[in-house]
């Protein structure tokens, strides 16, 4: 009997000490130490990680509370000597939805999206250290070919952009200045045949468009601005 008790007064110990080493702050007022926090007037678990005088290291996760259950959203891996850290999201059932660099809670280098239904990729981003998209940014399809190909500069748009089948045939092709619609345009038919062509200026279909079948040129239709009243003048 005295042996029991002493085991159970040993356990009950362990668990206080434990409590109280979760938590703490350090001289200064700082996180320091494995720290655990719930969801707001609940028992489940909100994140977990460890602090160094205020600083994030090592592994944290994240959690949703679903049905008042604790469901592993994100994970970060932190380093000793800057914000920077390595970045994964989950989906309820554990799959990868996106990987990739955070510098605090900025969006930095390549990131990777994964397909729904698979471990391919669905999406690949570049973003410059401000968080800004910069580059080519690529859309797949399911079976590997490219379905969209963007360029971007400071997050906005630019340059030729082209979307394709499935069986990467061209569809389509668009050039962007600053986010809008500006130069060449051009439509195509599965089979890769020119359907339409023409151009766009900021963002506004202009000038000729020209519409055809079978490789035959079938309709012109001008698009150039008239305005509707002209001032005369005195």
């Known amino acids: 009997m005295k042996t029991l008790t002493g085991i159970l007064f040993f356990l009950i110990s362990v668990t206080i000490l434990g409590a109280q080493n979760i938590n703490q702050f350090d001289a200064n007022g700082n996180r320091h130490g494995i720290w655990k926090k719930n969801f707001e007037d ?31 959203s994100a994970t970060k891996e932190f380093n000793e000597t800057n914000n920077i850290s390595e970045v994964k999201f989950l989906a309820s059932n554990g799959k990868v939805i996106s990987e990739g660099q955070m510098d605090g809670k900025t969006f930095i280098g390549t990131w990777k ?54 069986k990467g045939v061209v569809l389509k092709e668009f050039n962007y200045v600053n986010d809008e619609l500006h130069g060449e345009a051009k439509f195509y038919n599965p089979k890769g045949e020119l359907i339409v062509e023409g151009f766009y ?5 202009d000038n000729i468009w020209k519409y055809y079948k079978n490789g035959n040129l079938i309709e012109k239709k001008d698009f150039t601005y008239k305005p509707k009243y002209i001032k005369k003048t005195p």
């Not at 994140?47 to 592993?72: A, Q, T, V």
């Not at 200026?201 to 279909?205: A, E, H, L």
Request: aromatic content about 16%.
């Open 42 to 72: 609940s028992k489940v678990i909100r994140y977990e990680g460890e602090f160094y005088h205020g600083k994030e290291i090592g592994l944290f996760k994240f959690y949703k509370n679903i049905k008042s259950k604790p469901i592993l």
């Open 201 to 205: 200026k900021r963002g506004k279909k």
């Open 113 to 166: 999206y994964y397909q729904k239904g698979s471990n391919g990729i669905l999406t690949l981003e570049e973003y410059d250290n401000n968080g800004k998209l910069v580059g080519e940014r690529l859309v797949y399809y399911p079976n590997g070919e490219i379905a969209e190909r963007q360029n971007y500069n400071q997050g906005v748009l630019n340059g030729n952009s082209i979307w394709y089948s499935d």
